[in-house]
C-alpha cells in the first residue's frame, strides 16, 4: 500500500494519514477535559489549604498577642496573688488553641492526600488514553530501544523524541531467553585460539557464536545497533556495535575489526543485516508495553499539567502534511489522500476542515488553538517542518 497526495506526489509519512488525524482529534478531545479537570481540582485544594492555613496563622497571631496581653497586665499589677491565675489562663489559652490548631493541620494534610490521590488516578488515566497513540502516532520522532536480558526474561524500553517532547514505554517480550540464532540467525566471528597437544600453537578460528546468549541491545530509528552477546558459561563476550555499513565487533573490551587478520574475516554483509533483522524482532515478539511518561523539555509533562502543550508539538507535525494535502489537493476545503495498491487500485480519503474544526471547537479554547496549528480554520498559518521518517 502506498499512500500518495491528489497530486500522486508520495506522502512524507507513509501512513494513512486520513484515520491518524481522526484519532489525533479524538485523543485531543478526551485528553483535554482531564488535564484540565486536574487544574481544576489543583486550584480549588490549593484555595481550601490556603484558606485552612490563614486559620492557622490567625489563631497563632492571637495567641502570641493574648499571652503578650496578659503578661502585661500582671507585670502591671505586679502581685504573686495573680500568678496562678495567669499561669491557668494562659495553659488554657494554649490547651484551646493548640487543639484548633491541629484539628485544621490535620484537615490541610488530609486534603493534601486526598488530592494527590485523586491526580495520580486522573493522570494515569490519561497516560492510558495516551498509550495506543504515541507509540506509533507521533510524526518525525527519533525511536531508541533498548533490550536486556536476565533471570526473569526479556524487558526493554523504547523512547521516542521530536521537538523537546518525550516519550517513554517499557516494553515486555514473551521469550525467557534470547539466542544470537532467534535474534539474527547463524553468525561466526574469528578469534585467536590456542591449540595443540605438546607445543600450542596460537591459530585463528571461527567460532560460530548461534547458541550465544543475547544480554542487551540498542537500536534506534537510525538503524544504529549495539548487541551484547556472550556463552552460556559467561566466560565469553562479544560486543557488535555500529550502522551505515561500517560496524566494529569487540571480544571484551578488545577490537577485533581493529586488528588486520582478524578483521578481514569478518563477514561486514552479515552484520549489515543485523538492524532489519532486530527491527523485525521488535516488531513481531513485543508481547505487551505501556506507557511510564511523557516529558517535554526535560520536565514531567503529566505531573506539571503540560499535556496540552505536548499535543501542540505533535499538531505541528500533522499540520505540515494537512497544508501539503490543501496545496496539492483539488478541494481546498477538504484534506484529502490517496491509497496506492500494489496492482495500482487508488482509492480516496478525505475529511472536512469544517469537521475537523467542530470537533476540536467543542473542547473549548485548547482545541480551538489546535485546529489553528492544524491549518483548518482561516487563521491558522502552518510552521514548516522536516520530517525523520521512521
Known amino acids: 500500500m502506498k499512500y500518495i497526495y491528489q497530486d500522486s506526489t508520495e506522502l512524507p509519512i507513509q501512513r494513512d494519514f486520513i484515520e491518524d488525524l481522526k484519532v489525533f482529534i479524538e485523543i485531543t478531545a478526551r485528553v483535554i477535559p482531564l488535564e484540565n479537570s486536574i487544574i481544576e481540582l489543583k486550584c480549588k485544594n490549593k484555595e481550601a489549604i490556603l484558606a485552612l492555613n490563614n486559620k492557622i496563622k490567625s489563631l497563632n497571631v492571637f495567641e502570641e498577642k493574648f499571652n ?19 499561669d491557668a489562663v494562659l495553659s488554657k489559652c494554649s490547651e484551646n488553641i493548640g487543639q484548633k490548631r491541629e484539628l485544621l493541620e ?22 492510558d488514553i495516551l498509550t495506543l497513540f504515541l507509540i506509533s502516532g507521533v510524526y518525525g ?30 516494553l515486555v517480550f514473551a521469550e525467557e531467553s534470547l539466542t544470537v540464532e532467534k535474534l539474527i540467525g547463524s553468525l561466526s566471528l574469528p578469534g585467536r585460539t590456542r591449540t595443540g597437544l605438546i607445543r600450542k600453537e596460537e591459530k585463528i578460528k571461527m567460532l560460530d557464536i548461534s547458541d550465544f ?67 523485525a524482532y521488535l516488531k513481531t515478539n513485543i ?18 499539567n503540560q499535556i496540552f502543550d505536548c499535543l501542540k508539538v505533535i499538531a ?6 494537512v497544508q501539503e494535502c490543501l496545496t496539492k489537493g483539488h478541494n481546498k476545503e477538504e484534506i484529502t489522500i490517496k491509497m496506492e495498491e500494489a496492482d495500482g487500485t487508488r482509492t480516496e480519503k ?14 473549548g479554547g485548547e482545541g480551538v488553538e489546535i485546529a489553528g496549528i492544524l491549518g483548518v480554520d482561516s487563521k491558522a498559518q502552518i510552521k514548516e517542518s522536516k520530517y525523520l521518517i521512521v
Not at 503578650?68 to 495567669?86: F, G, H, I, S
Not at 536480558?149 to 524487558?155: D, E, F, L, M, V
Not at 478525505?350 to 473542547?363: F, G
Open 213 to 279: 546468549l543475547v544480554s542487551s541491545v540498542e537500536y534506534d530509528s537510525q538503524k544504529n545497533i549495539r548487541i551484547t552477546l556472550e556463552n552460556k558459561k559467561a566466560n565469553r563476550k562479544f560486543r557488535i556495535e555500529g550502522g551505515e555499513l561500517k560496524y566494529f565487533v569487540y571480544e571484551d573490551d578488545k577490537e577485533i575489526t581493529a586488528d588486520k587478520e582478524l578483521g578481514s574475516l569478518v563477514d561486514m554483509g552479515s552484520l549489515a543485516k543485523i538492524p532489519e533483522k532486530v527491527q
Open 350 to 363: 478525505y475529511i472536512t476542515k469544517a469537521e475537523i474544526y467542530t470537533q476540536l471547537a467543542e473542547v
Open 68 to 86: 503578650y496581653m496578659v503578661k502585661k497586665l500582671a507585670d502591671e499589677v505586679n502581685t504573686e496573688e495573680v500568678r496562678p491565675c495567669v
Open 316 to 321: 505541528e507535525q500533522y499540520g505540515a502534511i
Open 106 to 127: 490535620s484537615e490541610s494534610k488530609k486534603i493534601g492526600s486526598g488530592a494527590a490521590q485523586e491526580y495520580q488516578r486522573i493522570e494515569e488515566k490519561i497516560l
Open 141 to 170: 520522532a527519533e525511536k531508541n530501544f533498548e533490550l536486556s536480558a536476565n533471570g526473569n526474561g526479556i524487558s526493554g524500553e523504547m523512547e521516542g523524541s521530536v521537538s523537546g517532547l518525550q516519550y517513554v514505554y517499557k
Open 287 to 304: 508481547r505487551s508495553y505501556f506507557l511510564s511518561k511523557i516529558l517535554l523539555d526535560e520536565e514531567d509533562a503529566v505531573s506539571n
